[in-house]
């Protein structure tokens, strides 16, 4: 639709009509989904210029199901807690160093062992080679303990504090973790709040939306009033249907229609949508299509950027055909940003998932699996910025944070002991790791919890390990967001983070949150 209908903005106009007349709600809401079909694009093609080097990129990768991170990092050898990982977790722990008399009898250790400044011993999940290398290499860290919280909560304090509604239920946990609000209905996420307050300031030369999926529509980038998330492939833009991969059926290779029945048709479709219609809903339709076609175009273009630079995405993500759809994601995500200056946007942010992670059983056959899917998935995007940084001029590595989240953590402890069948649980705090070039890496943030069964950081009660988070969404994401542009203290923050104030300052050396 566009921007300004008369004097009245889209925003003011939407608020108008729900609240004027109740007939018209109906309509309204038709118009609104339309609108979520496609984001709006500026007015003109064409690359855009950006404003000096004043470029960043915040990517999402969202594990579904809730991944088992107690199975990611894990204290090994003379860490005071291996011994309690390897009796604990028994039928589904990874080997650390120590002497389980059934599990593990000669001790091995089949870990992958990373550096902590500290000195305590931790190893990372044998799945995750790149991981290990990136945390190694000051390209990575993992803040631990994070959890949703609607006010800091301890075990003495569990049964009167408000805790999250709806606590262990995955579609309520994914909500509060994408909205960073644990205690009211959903109504947008943070990323789509960050858009609504900046999209005018950063992105005046905009071509298309800065909230872009490459894993379909997501709660992240839900709720805001003016900027749509719009959804990509690795391959370009998503697009009409019936027309074949990227219009092949119906255009030429120089965009001249096909003397074909697929290519009349689509010219024929093309026409019409040109044409101006009195009823409103057929013109909010068509300009959904115009607008489609549009964005088409720019992210056609932003992805040849590739070909320019000398730069062969295809061949850094080479060989993850049994990946999942997860490579391919990442994959779409770093042509577009190399193509940055074609859609005009100072900041961007990008979402993709990878589902499979509520391993009730089968936790030793599964996670091994999803999280290699996962470790070569980021090696080729870390890779990626990389290999653009070292060819494009107005780039560099620290220009893109990745950070992942997942619905919840997993039981600390099994429930079974055949290692063919053993599963675990929905819990709470879980670990969560960020890669990049400004990420201060090779270090652990936040505060490990105590790996003790009714222990300080245990829900009370017979909870089988489920860890009380020491650091909320809240106060991880406003790092984040502040890194992206959101000044701390102001009343921006507050607006996006609104439950933030209940938390201490994560920017305070107490908290230990100085990841970026």
């Known amino acids: 639709m566009p921007k300004h209908l008369g004097n009245l903005s889209r925003r003011d106009f939407l608020k108008a009509g729900t609240c004027g007349a109740m ?43 809730g991944c088992d991170m107690n199975n990611v990092l894990i204290p090994v ?51 995750l080679t790149n991981l290990a290398n990136m945390f190694n290499s ?12 609607a006010e800091p909560t301890h075990q003495n304090s569990y049964s009167t504090s408000s805790l999250p509604k709806q606590l262990f239920s995955h579609s309520d946990q994914v909500t509060q973790w994408m909205s960073s609000i644990a205690d009211k209905p959903y109504t947008s996420g943070w990323g789509a709040r960050v858009a609504d307050l900046y999209n005018d300031t950063w992105n005046l030369q905009s071509q298309t939306s800065m909230l872009i999926t490459a894993a379909g529509n997501n709660q992240f980038m839900n709720g805001s009033a003016d900027t749509s998330q719009y959804s990509v492939t690795s391959t370009g833009a998503i697009s009409l249907t019936s027309f074949g991969t990227n219009y092949g059926n119906a255009l030429n290779t120089d965009g001249s229609y096909k003397s074909n029945a697929t ?29 489609a076609r549009e964005n088409e175009a720019i992210i056609v273009e932003a992805i ?23 490579a391919e994601e990442f994959k779409a995500i770093a042509r577009l940003i190399t193509g940055r200056e074609y859609l005009g946007n100072n900041r961007q942010i990008f979402f993709v998932d990878l589902g499979g992670f509520d391993n009730h059983q089968d936790i030793n056959n599964d996670l091994p699996d999803l999280l290699m899917q996962l470790d070569r998935a980021i090696g080729a995007f870390n890779a990626s910025m990389k ?20 619905d919840f953590n997993r ?21 969560t790791f960020v890669f990049g070039g400004a990420v201060n890496g090779g270090e652990l943030y936040g505060s490990f919890p105590e790996l003790t069964i009714g222990g300080i950081d245990d829900v009370p009660r017979g909870s089988r390990g489920r860890w009380i988070p020491t650091t909320s969404v809240d106060q991880f994401s406003s790092v984040l967001a502040n890194w992206f542009g959101v000044p701390n203290g102001s009343s921006e923050m507050a607006t996006i983070f609104p439950n933030l104030y209940r938390f201490q300052d994560p920017f305070s050396a107490e908290t230990n949150l100085g990841f970026l």
């Open 77 to 127: 050898g003379s860490n005071p807690q291996a011994a309690s990982y390897a009796a604990d977790r028994a039928a589904v722990a990874i080997p650390n160093g120590i002497v389980h008399p059934i599990y593990n009898p000669s001790g091995l250790d089949n870990t992958l062992p990373i550096s902590i400044p500290s000195g305590e011993n931790f190893g990372l999940h044998p799945s």
């Open 304 to 326: 040849q950027a590739e070909q320019a630079l000398g730069i062969d995405f295809d061949t850094i993500f080479a060989n993850h055909e049994a990946d999942g759809n997860v």
């Open 263 to 291: 290519g009349e048709r689509l010219k024929a479709l093309e026409r019409i949508m040109q044409y101006s219609h009195a009823h409103i809903l057929e013109e909010g339709y068509s300009e959904v299509v115009r607008s």
């Open 387 to 406: 290999e653009l940084d070292a060819k494009d001029a107005n780039f560099s590595y620290d220009k893109v944070t990745t950070f992942q989240a997942s």
């Open 23 to 65: 007939s018209i709600g109906p309509l309204i809401n038709t118009i609104a989904q339309l609108s979520l079909i496609n984001s709006a694009s500026a007015s003109s093609l064409g690359g855009a210029t950006l404003v000096g080097n004043d470029y960043k990129a915040l990517v999402c990768v969202f594990l579904r199901g």
């Open 411 to 431: 039981t600390w402890t099994p429930n079974g002991s055949d290692i063919e069948s053993a599963g675990t649980d929905h819990a709470w705090g879980s670990h």
């Open 138 to 149: 000051n390209e990575a860290s993992f803040i631990c303990n994070v959890g949703t919280l």
